[in-house]
């Protein structure tokens, strides 16, 4: 399922899920991933980006979201296509993460919710020789962005991919701990879908890195919701 615009580039967006009951709005991704759990969406994501694109240029756009991407952001396909058409092909990333309005500033906010991890996105950001950016100029979050096939691939490949072997290497210890998300599945069902006693810290840290690599590279960006 590709949304192509007037000047032909064309969008191709996925949900992921977890059954086969859960409603997509987009191309369906079941993850059957087994083992590394705790990465969550990254499995797939990963899969995507290495082996689904194949047919997409560099200039086309990608977008891969959670199974609650609409109850997310209230936008279904049509929507979302509406909002983005105009500007495929202008902008390099489309944030789709609706603005939130947090008693304070979103990392001091996601240090309230998930102690320490602030001083572990500095650490990635150091390993990957990026500034850690306090105030991003848009907050992207649970990786709703939409972004060219090019950007989003060198994204995986120099973002994400380095910093899992970072995050279950040599920071695996302070990363495999409880980061007290409280939105997600209870511990029994959390404990009976994926054998994981808790979502730890891996996720989170990465869904924040999005944002230091929009920075890093000075990307154009452009904000739809």
């Known amino acids: 399922m590709n949304q192509p615009n007037s000047n032909h580039v064309r969008l191709r967006c996925y949900n992921i899920t977890y059954t086969h009951g859960q409603p997509c709005e987009f ?55 509406e909002l983005a058409a105009p500007h495929l092909g202008e902008f390099e990333v489309l944030n789709v993460s609706r603005e939130l309005y947090p008693p304070m500033p979103f990392m001091d906010w996601s240090e309230a919710g998930h102690t320490g991890i602030i001083d572990m996105i500095k650490k990635c950001c150091a390993h990957l020789g990026f500034e850690y950016v306090h105030a991003p100029a848009q907050i992207i979050y649970s990786n709703q962005f939409i972004a060219t096939k090019k950007v989003y691939t060198h994204y995986m490949a120099a973002v994400v ?14 990363v495999n701990k409880d980061a007290g998300y409280s939105a997600g599945l209870n511990k029994h069902k959390l404990k009976q879908l994926t054998g994981l006693e808790f979502y730890n810290y891996i996720p989170f840290i990465l869904e924040r890195m999005i944002m230091m690599y929009v920075e890093r590279h000075k990307l154009s960006i452009k904000q739809l919701v």
């Not at 991919?161 to 302070?174: A, F, K, V």
């Open 161 to 174: 991919t380095p910093l899992l072997q970072l995050l279950e290497g040599e920071m695996w210890g302070e």
């Open 27 to 81: 191309n369906t991704y079941v993850n059957t991933a087994t083992e590394r759990l705790w990465r969550f969406e990254y499995n797939p994501m990963l899969s995507i980006v290495a082996n689904d694109l194949a047919d997409l240029s560099e200039t086309d756009y990608l977008g891969i979201f959670s199974w609650k991407f609409t109850q997310k952001t209230g936008l279904n396909r049509q929507q979302l296509y």
